[in-house]
């Protein structure tokens, strides 16, 4: 069946450092893919999305790149700041009314 | 314009006892979804509805049932609680292409 996998956290960084949270996927047909964050306390909030294959999601300094070959969808941004300290979710969206999480990463940031 | 709403925000309950979760969307969204979130498992879907009238079981349906009130509405019913169901439960709408899910606070709920 469908699913997603991403890596484990807690990531802690320090603030400016480099951020990339790994994301692969299974998947029959062509999915969507996303990236949501949730901060505390709050429901989960859609970061980016790439709907086909070699699309570019981006939003907030955060990029995603869909690539069909490797079956991946890795988050990254060039310079993390503490108000990016979140958990973030991979997911992917096939046919049908059924969304896919990973089981979440959580990112801390210190000044 | 509140876009997903649920009541109540935290509850405790015995077990045994029963409890409906509200949500409501204002966006005309045909789809909306049920899931709960526990530490190391992300989110487990429970029940999902594709349009008003029609709902479809999920990842973790049991102990579980809902009903699509009309379109805006979504409830989630435990009939028996029990310790195994305390999580946090966000309820979630998506527009018709199901390209983004939008989501509700979510609801605490422990289960003694």
């Known amino acids: 069946g469908d699913s997603v996998t991403q890596m484990e956290g807690p990531v802690t960084l320090s603030e400016e450092a480099f951020l990339t949270i790994n994301c692969t996927y299974t998947a029959t047909g062509y999915p969507s893919l996303f990236w949501y964050v949730q901060y505390p306390g709050e429901g989960l909030q859609l970061l980016l999305k790439a709907t086909k294959a070699d699309d570019k999601g981006s939003n907030k300094g955060f990029e995603a790149t869909y690539r069909k070959e490797t079956t991946s969808f890795h988050l990254e941004k060039g310079s993390v700041q503490v108000s990016d300290s979140a958990v973030y979710f991979c997911?992917?969206?096939?046919?049908?009314?059924?969304?896919?999480f990973g089981t979440g990463t959580s990112l801390t940031v210190i000044p | 314009n509140a876009g997903v709403t649920q009541t109540p925000k935290f509850q405790v309950l015995k077990t045994g006892q029963s409890m409906t979760l509200q949500c409501a969307q204002d966006m005309n969204h045909n789809s909306m979804y049920w899931y709960r979130q526990d530490p190391g498992m992300g989110l487990r879907l429970i029940y999902y509805s594709a349009s008003e009238g029609t709902t479809d079981k999920g990842e973790v349906p049991n102990g579980y049932n809902v009903s699509r009130l009309n379109k805006r509405e979504f409830s989630l019913r435990l009939e028996s609680a029990a310790p195994s169901q305390t999580s946090v439960y966000f309820c979630?709408?998506?527009?018709?292409?199901?390209?983004?899910?939008?989501f509700g606070p979510g609801t605490r709920l422990l289960v003694l």
């Open positions: 979630a709408s998506s527009d018709v292409h199901q390209e983004t899910q939008y």
């Open positions: 997911a992917l969206s096939a046919f049908g009314n059924q969304f896919y």
